[in-house]
């Protein structure tokens, strides 16, 4: 069943689109995450599916209901706020169970409901508190209580982890991940940290400009990013990307990083299928840092391609080491395994995984192998 | 080291506020002693002077014997008169400033803006420019020289500073308060009534405090539209000068002025603290 259907959705302030022309279907017990930097539009949507603000144009539908001249309240969707928005002169149980009350919901069922959300998210000991006596997760969690409680067709969350600190959001996270696989809830998710999105969805809808750019599950976004947006968004450190010239001999397409030069690195692509109206052209490379590694590495599949190349820059993390490299003059990230630590200013050999190379129209930005 | 070139400059401080404490406080110190003085210790010294014997019985002529205006029993039923307008009044005019306030500021609708502007204009209007509009308007609805004309007036003259108070205290509360109690399912007053007033004590007790000071304090309407049993204090002290044509009663005169500042003395000195608080709340985060 489709739980939330938006078409062609647009959002105008005065001679500002701050949404144009939006389209998404979320089934059933999916997990949507609207990721996207500040000011592409993505609160604004949610507020929208929410009925805090009004569309200019377009159709919001939950649960096949059009819903667009329905107030708030009579969307069945709960919500979770950034700021939590827990009302501070009320215990922890009035906050839960205020919602109910606006519905007249008799007390005994209020009760109940309390109790059983209370135990899921172990916040039992916190009932009699008030919001100011709880931290930060725990405030989370009652935020999410009160949305639990009322057992919604929708759940939304804005940005509900960005006010904690980085140890309690990854915890927070797969807690939150956790709970969707336990309920089964229909989830939409706004967030401008991607790894929330690879981690968390089901299906990402990466939004930029007030348009969907690309709305697929997490490893089709990450692995065939469908513009240079989504690339360069997706992913951190981000795709590398760089000029390159496509060329075909009697293998098959061949990419070639400054092309001409003495360094020139010739790429050959395997199992790729280019228009050959490429051929010939200018393109954009983007190859992810992971798919660059030390020259030893063995990428599985055919004989390893390996370049040696100038490095400009190392990073130890710890886990890894990150390479700041020159691929035929163009600057490149690789993430090679944290005990090599390349010499500075000096060559080194790298492994290329070149199943992975993605290919953009230069003009479009979008992807075409 | 640092004693000795702070040591002239602190002595300096203290001695130009002590005179500026003293300027003000020398109008209240003669009142004072005038109350506990007799007349004729008044008569045969100057009105600045100690007490020779202290006449508390001032206190008891200015409460309830006295005459004013025909009447002999004190400035006790002006005082009531004055009760009866400042209470209902303060009341009214926080608890509708509180919820306009509210609305301009958590609510948005089209005007909202404006609607606080012409509001808080209010706050710019001369008093004696509004005397002809209320003159007419209490003529027109019949409540000229009486109590509840008093309380209109007041309740609906004191909104531009208690919408104005209650505003600048509610912007400061996020909107998402607002957004998950809509979702939830309350509505306007619902809102205002469980979730914004528990928040709002700091800045009732500002305005109360505000709105009770004014109104207790305030003469001209007092004076304009009502008169003799009508009359809050404030009027009526005036007829109570006005009535001693032939002895000056300068000590029963002080001490009904006494009386009649109590009040307002014991609010301030009840909330002060918090006044002062409330006034630069948010100034600091």
Redesign the interface.
């Known amino acids: 069943m489709t739980a939330l259907s938006i078409r062609a959705l647009s959002k105008r302030y005065a001679n500002l689109e701050v949404l144009k022309g939006i389209n998404l279907d979320i089934e059933s017990g999916e997990f949507t995450v609207l990721v996207g930097p500040s000011g592409c539009g993505k609160s604004t949507l949610l507020n929208i599916v929410a009925g805090l603000d009004r569309a200019s144009s377009g159709t919001v539908e939950i649960g096949g209901r059009v819903v667009n001249d329905v107030p708030p309240k009579d969307r069945d969707i709960a919500m979770v706020f950034q700021s939590y928005a827990l009302y501070p002169s009320m215990t922890v149980r009035q906050n839960i169970t205020f919602g109910m009350e606006c519905r007249h919901v008799p007390k005994a069922e209020q009760d109940a409901a309390v109790a059983n959300v209370a135990k899921l998210l172990q916040i039992e000991p916190l009932l009699g508190r008030k919001p100011s006596q709880l931290s930060g997760g725990q405030r989370q969690r009652v935020a999410m209580g009160r949305a639990l409680v009322r057992d919604p067709l929708l759940f939304l969350f804005d940005e509900p982890l960005s006010n904690l600190d980085a140890k309690l959001r990854v915890e927070m996270r797969m807690e939150i991940k956790r709970l969707h696989q336990r309920i089964g809830a229909t989830i939409v998710y706004v967030t401008h940290d991607q790894i929330e999105a690879m981690t968390m969805a089901t299906r990402i809808a990466v939004m930029h400009h007030g348009q969907v750019q690309q709305f697929a599950d997490p490893d089709t976004v990450y692995r065939y990013p469908a513009n240079l947006f989504v690339a360069r968004f997706m992913g951190s450190p981000p795709m590398n990307t760089m000029p390159a010239r496509l060329e075909a001999d009697n293998g098959g397409p061949v990419v070639v990083i400054g092309a001409g030069r003495p360094d020139e690195v010739r790429l050959r692509l395997r199992g790729y299928d280019v228009a050959a109206s490429f051929v010939g052209r200018e393109v954009v490379l983007g190859i992810r840092p992971e798919c660059i590694a030390e020259g030893s590495r063995v990428f599985s599949g055919d004989a390893p391609i390996v370049v040696s190349a100038p490095v400009e820059m190392v990073e130890p993390t710890g886990a890894e080491t990150m390479v700041l490299l020159r691929l035929g003059g163009e600057a490149a990230m690789a993430r090679i395994t944290p005990d090599i630590r390349p010499t500075l200013g000096a060559s080194a050999d790298f492994a290329l995984d070149t199943r992975r190379i993605c290919l953009f129209d230069p003009e479009t930005e979008r992807l075409i192998a | 080291m640092r004693d000795q070139t702070f040591a002239p400059t602190r002595i300096l401080i203290y001695l130009v506020v002590s005179l500026i404490a003293a300027a003000w406080l020398a109008p209240l110190v003669v009142v004072v002693l005038n109350s506990l003085r007799t007349n004729e210790e008044i008569a045969q010294a100057s009105m600045i002077g100690w007490p020779k014997h202290w006449a508390w019985s001032n206190y008891a002529a200015a409460w309830s014997g006295f005459c004013v205006a025909e009447t002999c029993a004190g400035i006790r039923p002006y005082m009531l008169n004055s009760a009866l307008v400042t209470i209902p009044a303060t009341i009214f005019s926080t608890m509708l400033g509180a919820i306009a306030g509210y609305a301009v500021s958590l609510w948005r609708f089209r005007g909202d803006s404006w609607i606080y502007g012409i509001v808080t204009l209010g706050l710019f209007l001369p008093q004696q420019m509004r005397l002809l509009p209320w003159t007419i308007v209490l003529r027109d609805i019949g409540l000229i020289n009486t109590l509840t004309g008093l309380v209109l007036i007041h309740t609906i003259q004191g909104l531009s500073f208690t919408t104005l108070f209650c505003r600048n205290y509610y912007v400061a509360i996020?909107h998402?308060?607002i957004?998950?109690?809509?979702?939830?399912?309350?509505g306007f007053f619902?809102i205002f009534w469980?979730?914004i007033l528990?928040?709002s004590a700091p800045i009732l007790i500002v305005t109360v405090i505000w709105q009770f000071t004014h109104i207790w304090n305030e003469f001209l309407y007092g004076v304009t539209f009502t008169s003799g049993q009508q009359q809050p204090v404030t009027a009526a002290l005036i007829a109570l000068s006005a009535a001693v044509a032939d002895i000056p009663q300068h000590g029963v005169q002080s001490a009904a002025v006494i009386i009649a500042a109590l009040p307002t003395l014991l609010i301030y000195l009840l909330g002060g603290r918090y006044f002062v608080r409330g006034l630069t709340a948010g100034a600091v985060k």
Do not use: H, Q
Request: aromatic share 0%; charged share 40%.
């Open positions: 996020p998402e308060l957004r998950a109690a809509r979702i939830d399912g309350a619902r469980r979730i528990p928040l």
